[in-house]
């Protein structure tokens, strides 16, 4: 303790258990800057999965959506998940089934590298599905 005083440092204590404790002279304000400084390194490497949206409509052709297929796939490697919607303008709602074949058939092309979060359910005009990435 008449080290550190002298040299005017705290004493840190490094391992109580034993026998004697362990002490270390540092200057412990700059001991904790720097561990701030690396927690927010550490913070900012870490990746957030954000959910990508594609859209498509009920007449979209089938190479559009291999097109829009290819779009989710990027997406889903880069370990994001992605929200299907499919939009319905005027009466093509009344062909809900027909639509909910449409998003399996989207969702078989991808089925290797993503799995179906949620099936399609309709929200209003919209039919929407959700793909989260499988972890490897």
């Known amino acids: 303790m008449e080290l550190a005083k002298d040299k005017e440092l705290d004493l840190a204590e490094v ?3 034993s026998k004697p404790p362990v002490c270390k002279i540092m200057d412990y304000g700059k001991y904790q800057y720097h561990q701030k400084k690396v927690e927010t390194k550490h913070r900012k490497m870490q990746k957030k999965s954000a959910v990508k949206g594609v ?27 992605v929200k299907v919607s499919l939009i319905f303008r005027g009466r093509e709602a009344i062909y809900k089934s027909l639509a909910r074949e449409k998003m399996m058939k989207f969702y078989e092309e991808l089925q290797e590298i993503c799995i179906l979060e949620t099936a399609p359910k309709s ?4 039919l929407i599905m959700m793909l989260t990435p499988i972890k490897s």
Do not use: C
């Open 55 to 81: 859209r498509m409509g009920f007449k979209t052709g089938i190479h559009d959506m291999q097109t829009k297929a290819k779009q989710a796939e990027k997406f889903l490697t880069n370990g994001n998940t």
């Open 123 to 126: 929200q209003g005009n919209t």
């Open 15 to 17: 391992s109580a258990g």
